[in-house]
């Protein structure tokens, strides 16, 4: 017979996330709702934000 190990994982935490907290901003604040009428519109949009990153659209990470 052999030994069971539990190991117990950290909750899911999101908000510590960079990442969940810059595509948060992206999806809800920076693109419009038009850019998810077609796969090449919400291309175009995500890459005008991500050129535009630090310039037209910032976050402040406090």
Do not use: Q, R
Request: with cysteine; charged share 25%.
């Amino acid at each position: 017979m052999s030994d069971v190990l539990v190991c117990y994982l950290p909750p899911y935490s999101p908000e510590l996330n960079i990442i969940e907290i810059l595509w948060k901003k992206v999806k809800y604040e920076w693109l419009p709702c038009e850019a998810f009428k077609t796969f090449e519109d919400l291309s175009v949009n995500i890459k005008n934000i991500l050129n535009y990153y630090g310039e037209k659209f910032t976050i402040t990470f406090a």
